[in-house]
């Protein structure tokens, strides 16, 4: 079983910075994919950022080059949010996921984001 333990979220100006964490504890698999996903009141979850155990990382468009993704350690990864919009309130979501099993695919309670204009 994974737990996937999320802090960081709050309420921000629009132009401000938040930084995101996400700690796996449980049995996690050598080879896996960690994430952040977002959803906004009326809307699907979206990809916002993932990275791949071997560091390499893909992002929505909508954040690139506001938003960098971060491995801590094997089990912690960061989300660093600049340059928050109105739009970028949501709820975010820690993904975790094996590259080889689909079955294996755990996320977080979620922690809220709010940026005020």
């Known amino acids: 079983q994974v737990h996937l333990l999320e802090s960081g979220g709050g309420l921000v100006q629009a132009g401000g910075s938040l930084r995101l964490s996400c700690a796996a504890a449980g049995n996690v698999f050598y080879t896996v994919v960690m994430g952040w996903y977002r959803q906004a009141p009326g809307k699907q979850r979206e990809l916002v950022a993932t990275?791949?155990?071997?560091?390499?990382t893909n992002y929505a468009d909508s954040v690139k080059g506001r938003f960098s993704i971060s491995r801590d350690d094997a089990k912690t990864i960061s989300l660093q949010m600049n340059s928050l919009k109105s739009e970028d309130t949501a709820v975010y979501y820690c993904n975790l996921k094996s590259i080889f099993n689909p079955a294996y695919n755990h996320w977080g309670q979620g922690t809220q984001v709010t940026v005020s204009s």
């Open positions: 990275i791949h155990t071997n560091g390499t």
